[in-house]
């Protein structure tokens, strides 16, 4: 092969001694430039394995000279956001949850808290747009079970709905009427008839009139005498067309045989005051939110004397 070689006139170039059809490559060297560039790089390489993570081994990493670590670095950003959070964390806590809305300011960057920390903890149930769905909430209209105010909200989402292990939670249990034997297949029926017509979704017949007494001796105790429900008892209220599992015949066929035990979890064990505070105005937010309740004469006049339900 070296016997072929031969410097090209024109450009005094030795060839590589390939030749085909008259045409010869030329054993042309890299640019400088290029060449240099490429030793720099290998350097740089072997610069960045001694000081970065980038070895695999058989359960980690080698961790480089520098202890540098995207987690690390992800922590060192969190850290330094809370820490900006802080005041804002510090006046949540610090009063009255009513309180809050007097701050706009203050309230806003609850609402904005709220709004992040919903996505990371609450949309797998109540979904993005915290519309629910069949067995879970809507949290943007104005029927609430437990109540709608900043206080309530915040209890609800501290304590949750039928933790058995916790005894300051939201506890409620609908007899299964039809699975338990309380009454019969064609009461049931009945009884749908009355609820039915409580939501205008029926008009008035014999079914719905036998149903009526159905509803006053076993259902009144809780969702009323009027069917208005009782959020002391997280009752729903049924003369609205707003219901968590539905309101058809199947449906609600289903609810009275069976009965409904949703649960929720209670996030005071989870999540720290400032958050759940947040998750409160950012609930409270969504259109639905009411104002705290008024108390009566007679409760204001107890805690002026020092009396209480349990003196």
Same mark, same amino acid.
């Given at each position: 092969m070296s016997e072929k070689k031969?410097? +090209?006139?024109?450009?005094?170039?030795?060839?590589? &001694?390939?030749? $085909? +059809? &008259?045409?010869?490559? *030329? +054993?042309?060297?890299?640019?400088? $430039? $290029?060449? *240099?560039?490429?030793?720099?790089?290998?350097? $740089?390489?072997?610069?960045?394995?001694?000081?970065?993570?980038?070895?695999?081994?058989?359960?980690s990493a080698s961790e480089g000279l520098l202890g540098w670590s995207s987690r690390g670095d992800y922590a060192m950003q969190v850290a330094e956001r809370q820490k900006q959070l802080e005041p804002v964390r510090l006046a949540l806590v610090s009063q009255d949850i009513e309180a809050i809305g007097n701050d706009p300011q203050l309230l806003q960057q609850a609402i904005e808290g709220g709004r992040s920390a919903f996505k990371v903890h609450c949309v797998q149930c109540?979904?993005?747009?915290?519309? &629910?769905?069949?067995?879970?909430?809507?949290?943007?209209?104005d029927d609430w079970l437990w109540g709608g105010d900043l206080t309530a909200i915040e209890y609800t989402l501290s304590h949750g709905i039928r933790n058995p292990d916790h005894d300051k939670t939201r506890f409620s249990q609908m007899p299964a009427f039809g699975k338990d034997g309380i009454l019969q297949s064609n009461e049931i029926q009945d009884l749908v008839s009355y609820v039915r017509l409580l939501s205008g979704r029926e008009k008035q017949s014999a079914a719905a009139r036998r149903g009526a007494a159905l509803f006053e001796t076993n259902c009144a105790v809780c969702h009323g005498p009027d069917g208005k429900g009782d959020r002391v008892q997280g009752a729903p209220n049924l003369t609205d067309a707003i219901s968590l599992y539905g309101l058809d015949r199947a449906t609600l066929t289903e609810t009275i045989t069976n009965a409904r035990y949703g649960v929720m979890p209670r996030w005071g064990q989870r999540l720290d005051p400032a958050t759940i505070r947040m998750l409160a105005a950012y609930v409270h937010s969504l259109g639905g939110g009411e104002k705290a309740p008024v108390a009566e004469p007679a409760a204001e006049a107890k805690v002026e004397s020092g009396e209480d339900e349990q003196s």
């Open positions: 031969r410097v +090209d006139e024109p450009t005094g170039t030795e060839t590589v &001694g390939h030749e $085909w +059809d &008259g045409i010869e490559e *030329l +054993d042309t060297p890299m640019p400088r $430039w $290029w060449v *240099l560039t490429f030793y720099a790089t290998i350097i $740089w390489a072997i610069g960045y394995v001694i000081l970065y993570p980038a070895i695999p081994m058989l359960h109540h979904g993005s747009g915290a519309a &629910g769905s069949k067995g879970y909430p809507n949290l943007n209209d």
